[in-house]
C-alpha cells in the first residue's frame, strides 16, 4: 500500500485467470478473471498456479489497484453492496505470437469505471469478490478523503424564442412566412 500522489493511493494486486473448458458447440474452452492475490509480486507472463480436471488456473498479471480521492462516491456504493468487488478488466491479446490470448488490463474498485468499460463490449469485465483486507483499506480511505456533494438541480436555460439559433430562420417562423406568401398568391 503506497502514497502514489497526494490524494491516491495503491495496492497491488495479482490477477487469477481461469481456463475451463466448455460444453459449448463452437468453443472448446473459456476464459475469466478468477480472483486476486493481494501484495502479490510482479509477474512477468503468465504462471499456471493450479491444475484440475478440466481447468487451469493461473496468475496472469501483478496491477496496481489504485484509488483516487474524487472517486470516493464510486468506492462507497461498491461497499454498500451485499459483495463488494474487485472488477478486472481483460481484453484479447492482438499479438499472434503472444502465450495467452488476453492480456489484464485494469484492476479497480469503482463500479462507475467498470461500468465504462462494458459499455463497448469489447473487453470482459468481471467483479471478483473483494478480500476483507481491501475492504478495510478501502473504507478507512473513504473515511479521509470522501465529502458529501449536494445534489445540484441543473437549470434550463431560458431560450429566447425570437434569437436565431446557428444563423437559421427558426422553424415556426418559416412556416408562418410560406403560409402568409401562400396566402398573398
Known amino acids: 500500500m503506497t502514497a502514489t500522489a497526494a490524494h491516491s493511493v495503491t495496492l497491488p494486486v495479482g490477477v487469477v485467470v481461469i481456463r475451463e473448458d466448455s460444453d459449448h458447440p463452437w468453443q472448446d474452452h473459456s476464459w475469466r478473471p478468477y480472483g486476486v492475490i493481494v501484495g502479490a509480486p ?3 507472463g503468465w504462471k499456471e498456479l493450479r491444475r484440475g480436471e478440466g481447468w487451469i488456473q493461473y496468475h496472469a498479471a501483478t496491477l496496481l489497484l489504485e484509488l483516487h480521492r474524487k472517486e470516493t462516491e464510486g468506492y462507497r456504493e461498491n461497499l454498500m453492496t451485499d459483495r463488494p468487488s474487485i472488477y478486472v478488466v481483460m481484453s484479447e491479446n492482438d499479438d499472434e505470437d503472444a502465450q495467452m490470448p488476453f492480456e ?3 484492476v479497480t474498485a469503482s463500479a462507475f ?3 465504462d468499460y462494458c459499455d463497448s463490449g469489447e473487453e470482459i469485465v468481471e467483479a471478483i469478490d473483494m478480500p476483507e483486507q481491501v475492504v478495510g483499506w478501502i473504507g478507512a480511505f473513504i473515511d479521509e478523503h470522501h465529502v458529501e456533494e449536494k445534489f ?5 436555460d431560458k431560450l429566447k424564442i425570437e434569437e436565431h439559433k ?6 415556426f417562423e418559416l412556416r408562418e412566412r410560406m403560409a402568409r ?3 398573398d398568391d
Do not use: M, N, S, Y
Open 42 to 44: 510482479t509477474c512477468t
Open 181 to 183: 406568401a401562400k396566402r
Open 166 to 171: 446557428f444563423g437559421q430562420e427558426p422553424i
Open 152 to 156: 445540484k438541480k441543473r437549470k434550463r
Open 104 to 106: 489484464v488490463d485494469l
Open 113 to 115: 469505471e467498470a461500468q
